[in-house]
């Protein structure tokens, strides 16, 4: 590595950012930062039902959502947010939408299956609500999950044989009592959406799990209940392939005038298959694939409750960052050994992208970056020392170590995260989902971090430190999300044009960094992460890597102190190793200063020396969404 030299940094205040919140877009337009979660359940997901959520539905979590009290659906507390979302996606399992709770509520709508088939199917209602009056709800849960299937080499997992999905086969047709639960969902997405001040954008989860293999999508939508109505959502129990489900999103668009995208999430537990080389089948990519996918899927969901899915240190060795909140359980009854692969994680399938398109000529992996909660809990709660579990029943101290049984993980490993970012001209449907699909949005792991990125050849001189800031970036380059191509007289390396703030409520800034990602002459892909900027003199010129930050986190109270790191940064940087004819792509990782985990807060709670799981002390992290740069 070269050495590194330290840029000239303007540290600007919290105010300064604030002024310049609404900034000059395309055409002209003004953008706005929101932040919200596009990925939360509630008692009409089975799993969630199963799991304690009985009591908050879709009015409840929109209620917390925009800041209310609401009663715990498990402890029964009054509990509320600390800061309110600007929107929320309600996404709903489409797999046995609303009927496990249709069944308690004995309210159930299905098809007769003769005799034999309605005593088994009795018999599940009669298991099902058992479990749920013994609190055993978990139990009956699992029925529905692969059972350890290990399996050797890389084959399509759909059709292995030992998958659960037919098993929902047992409650018959399940059609018209999806169908009321969705109409309700809708109504209440509807009535909650609050144009300017709160978004409600209607969505669903389409949960393909086959042989452990997460291929998990939320589908979200701009529209309203009048196209929203027209349609039932696709879920797996109709097809596990991907390709399935872009078609039915293509067909359904095409019948009813609606919009859609599939956001992917948790690729860190698909078992190398959710950025694969190759199809779900195991067919070489071909650009009418990557050109289907790439419009289907322009973002990730890159952190969440069950762990990040930027990278592993097994994949990027020289990242001293790059074990975060890693998450090694798959969801199955049993652990099998867990192995990180490229096609499990954000960066390394940023770099296969340029790979497939260097070869087909199409990207299918040219993705935003997003977090959301994925909380079951039908409460979003990112904030570590506000955070609620990933399910009703884990969400106590004394109740963690409950949601595992069997399943291997439980409460100590889940994460309080994340957010979605999204430089948006107006808090509106259309104008959030646009934001979406051209990019423009970045991942939080739950801190509201202030991130603005503009890439560009030629920026004005102290264009980081100016008042227009943000006009500057639109004027002179694209922002994250963008694309930039290269002149035939090109002469300037590429810049970047970088703000980060702290979150007002929340810690200190320790660094920016870069990580930049190509391919080389020699056509091998490449990565590197270069510091840009950092608080304190803290350069380590032994190894060419900034030091760590000190941690104030005082391990017997829980609390921490803002005396290290900064409140802000801006920065311009200049690729020192930029080469115009590699391919490559750019994206900023914010790093805060070291503050107390979830898990140590609550082990503090229960007298414990230590979290019995999980990591004491985390550095929350902003992503932003890529930028790619094309040679002529």
Not at 371 to 382: E, I, N, Q, R, V
């Amino acid at each position: 590595m070269k050495k590194l030299v330290k840029i000239k940094v303007f540290v600007i205040t919290i105010l300064i950012f604030q002024s310049i919140s609404s900034v000059k877009s395309y055409g002209g337009t003004d953008t706005k930062l929101f932040f919200g979660d596009t990925h939360l359940h509630t008692y009409y997901s089975f799993d969630a039902f199963l799991n304690n959520n009985h009591s908050i539905g879709p009015d409840a979590a929109y209620r917390w959502a925009k800041g209310q009290p609401v009663i715990h659906p498990f402890n029964r507390t009054r509990v509320q947010i600390n800061t309110p979302l600007d929107f929320l996606v309600i996404a709903d399992h489409a797999e046995m939408m609303g009927v496990m709770k249709s069944i308690r509520d004995d309210t159930f709508l299905g098809e007769d299956l003769g005799i034999i088939g309605n005593l088994k199917r009795w018999y599940a209602f009669r298991s099902m609500n058992q479990a749920v009056d013994e609190g055993t709800g978990l139990a009956f849960f699992r029925q529905f999950v692969p059972q350890n299937p290990n399996f050797e080499g890389h084959p399509d997992p759909v059709k292995l044989p030992g998958n659960n999905i037919s098993d929902l086969a047992i409650f018959g047709d399940t059609e018209m009592t999806v169908k009321r639960t969705w109409l309700d969902l809708v109504d209440s997405a509807d009535e909650h959406n609050d144009p300017e001040k709160f978004t409600t954008l209607i969505g669903w989860e389409w949960s393909s799990l086959p042989m452990g293999v997460n291929l998990h999508r939320v589908i979200i939508s701009p529209d309203g209940g009048d196209i929203a109505k027209s349609y039932i959502p696709f879920g797996s129990d109709q097809s596990q392939y991907p390709q399935k489900l872009w078609e039915w999103l293509e067909d359904t668009s095409n019948k009813t005038g609606a919009e859609f995208i599939a956001i992917p999430h948790n690729s860190n537990i698909s078992k190398g298959y959710m950025f694969d080389r190759t199809t779900l089948e195991g067919d070489q990519i071909t650009a009418s694939y990557a050109k289907t996918r790439l419009a289907w899927e322009p973002i990730v969901e890159v952190t969440q409750i069950k762990g990040d899915s930027e990278t592993h240190s097994k994949l990027s060795p020289n990242d001293d960052f790059a074990d975060f909140e890693n998450y090694e359980y798959h969801i199955q009854v049993g652990k099998s050994k867990y192995i990180p692969q490229e096609a499990d994680f954000v960066r390394p399938a940023l770099k296969v992208g340029l790979e497939i398109e260097k070869s087909v000529g199409v990207n299918p992996y040219k993705f935003g970056l997003i977090g959301s909660t994925d909380s079951h809990s039908g409460l979003s709660s990112p904030e570590e020392s506000n955070f609620l579990g990933k399910f009703a029943t884990d969400s106590t101290p004394e109740t963690k170590k409950r949601l595992g049984s069997r399943l291997s993980a439980n409460g100590w490993d889940m994460s309080a995260s994340g957010l979605a970012a999204v430089w948006a001209e107006n808090n509106t449907r259309d104008e959030i989902f646009n934001a979406f699909k051209r990019r423009e949005v970045y991942a939080t792991t739950g801190s509201r971090i202030k991130v603005q990125v503009f890439a560009g050849w030629l920026f004005p001189e102290g264009a980081e430190n100016a008042n227009n800031f943000s006009e500057i970036g639109y004027k002179y380059g694209v922002p994250m999300g963008g694309e930039l191509t290269s002149t035939s007289d090109l002469q300037a390396s590429l810049s970047l044009l970088i703000r980060a703030a702290k979150d007002p409520k929340g810690a200190n800034l320790d660094r920016i960094q870069v990580v930049k990602g190509w391919i080389d002459k020699e056509n091998q892909t490449r990565e590197r992460v270069f510091d840009v900027a950092w608080s304190e003199d803290r350069v380590n010129l032994e190894n060419d890597r900034i030091a760590p930050i000190q941690s104030t986190v005082d391990l017997t109270s829980g609390r921490y102190e803002n005396s290290v790191g900064e409140d802000s940064f801006a920065v311009l940087w200049t690729d020192p190793d930029f080469t115009p004819a590699d391919k490559s792509f750019y994206y900023v990782r914010v790093l805060e200063i070291p503050t107390p985990r979830n898990g140590l807060l609550d082990s503090i709670a229960l007298g414990l020396d230590k979290p019995p799981r999980g990591t004491s002390i985390i550095q929350e992290r902003a992503y932003s969404s890529p930028i790619w740069y094309h040679p002529k």
